[in-house]
């Protein structure tokens, strides 16, 4: 299966989340899909910080080239 991640930067690279949680983060381990699709993430687990995706850089940057695959509307770019 295609990792959604090829030609990208992965959340976790990009929050630089230790190798330490990889094990238990479901973005890690569900590569096929972004973040944004996974049940939680170790940001929220270990972090607290709450799900806003559309207020979060990795969605900025991924997500409006593949809105029709993320099931989230892309956001809204001011004029």
């Known amino acids: ?3 959604f991640w090829d ?10 989340c230790s190798k330490h949680v990889y094990p238990d983060c479901t973005a890690y381990l569900n590569p ?3 973040c944004w699709e996974t049940v939680y993430t170790q940001n929220e687990i270990l ?6 995706c559309p207020s979060c850089k990795v969605f ?3 997500s409006e080239s593949n809105s029709v695959h ?10």
């Open 7 to 16: 030609g990208k930067i992965p959340c976790w690279d990009i929050f630089g």
């Open 32 to 34: 096929e899909r972004p």
């Open 60 to 62: 900025k940057l991924y």
């Open 1 to 3: 299966m295609a990792s």
């Open 70 to 79: 993320s099931g989230i509307p892309p956001t809204k770019k001011s004029p």
């Open 47 to 52: 972090l607290g910080i709450k799900r806003d």
